[in-house]
Each structure stands twice: as structure tokens, then as C-alpha cells.
């Protein structure tokens, strides 16, 4: 098995690169959130990888990091899905706001990623949800890194997190974001205006 490459990165376009180690050129495909962490062409780059070896093929995908590798791995566990959704899910979602989708259960997020229905996202959470802490391991600290998201995304979780229902909160923020606003002061005219 293949676990990690280190070399130059010879060629990058999605969602393949060629990485040269001592002259030989691994042939690997990666989710777009790899893409984006990528170094210049020629530059020296490290992967943690996940090698499948088929009758017909070898194959070999390559994260940035473990907690990627081991979310495309957890994700292939799900009945239904296979490589190519794995690969679609981590270059629509960070690993921390994956965990926070499954962990809220978050349809609506979920079926947003290209080749997610409704089904196959109920299907995520359902068995997911007992291993979604874990699915951060492997980043620095053992931690899920904090997803910066915008104010009216932090409003729309921190209402959730007082009792209301996903698409319920996420109505409830939108309309009571403006400009310039803070989660902050999104919450507090939520609650105002809910308690009209």
C-alpha cells in the first residue's frame, strides 16, 4: 500500500496531478479541497494517499490532510457511495463543516454538494452520526478545524443550538441579516422579531 507521497509536483488539473518522487510520476486524483493547498507546479509537495488496487486498475487518491483521508475513507462506508461521491463531497465541504452537517443533520447542506440527493443525505447521517467526532482526527491537536463561516451561517447554528429547526433558523437569520451585521446582532433581531 501507498500512504504518503513527497516530490515535485510535476502537473495539477483537476482533479489529477502527477507528483515525481525519484523520478517516478505517481498519477494521483484528489477532491478540490486538496487543489486549493497545493503549492506552485515544481515545488516540493507531501500527501497522505489512499491506494485501491482492482483487477483492471490501481488507483490513487491523495488528500492534504489525514482527516480528509479519513473522511473519504468513512464515506465509502456509507452504503451507495463510492470513490467518485466521497471525492464530490470533500471538494464541496471542509471536513469541519461536514461533521457539523452530519452532526445537526443538516439535509438541506448535505443534498447542496453535486451527486447528493436527499436520500443518499439522509442515508449520511443516519450512519455517520456515531462516528462524526472522529472524522476530525488527524488535524493538528486531534481537533476539527473551525470553519470560518459568515455571520448569518453562525446566527443560523447558534439558533439551531437554542431549539429551532434547521430550515426554521436559517429563515429566521436571513431575514433578519443586513449588511454589515455580525452573528451577534443577527441573533438578537431573530429572537426579536419571533417574539413579535
Known amino acids: 500500500m501507498i500512504g504518503r507521497l513527497k516530490g515535485i509536483l510535476v502537473h495539477k488539473q483537476p482533479p489529477w496531478l502527477v507528483i515525481d518522487v525519484q523520478g517516478v510520476g505517481y498519477e494521483v486524483e484528489a477532491p478540490m479541497s486538496t487543489f486549493y493547498e497545493l503549492p506552485a507546479v515544481g515545488s516540493e509537495v507531501v500527501l497522505v494517499t489512499h491506494h485501491v488496487q482492482r483487477e483492471d486498475a490501481s488507483l490513487l487518491y491523495g488528500f492534504a490532510s489525514e482527516a480528509e483521508r479519513r473522511m473519504f475513507r468513512d464515506l465509502q462506508k456509507v452504503s451507495g457511495i463510492g470513490a467518485k461521491i466521497a471525492l464530490a463531497v470533500l471538494s464541496g465541504a471542509e471536513v469541519g463543516e461536514f461533521v457539523r452537517w452530519i452532526q445537526t443533520g443538516d439535509i438541506a447542506a448535505l443534498t447542496r454538494i453535486p451527486g447528493i440527493g436527499k436520500k443518499t443525505a439522509e442515508r ?73
Open 124 to 196: 449520511m447521517v443516519v450512519e455517520l452520526r456515531d462516528r462524526a467526532a472522529d472524522l476530525g482526527t488527524g488535524m493538528p491537536g486531534g481537533l476539527v478545524r473551525p470553519v470560518l463561516a459568515d455571520p448569518q451561517s453562525e446566527a443560523a447554528e447558534a439558533l439551531q443550538q437554542l431549539g429551532y429547526k434547521p430550515a426554521e433558523a436559517q429563515r429566521m437569520a436571513k431575514a433578519a441579516a443586513a449588511e454589515g451585521d455580525g452573528a451577534e446582532a443577527i441573533i438578537r433581531k431573530a429572537l426579536q422579531s419571533a417574539l413579535r
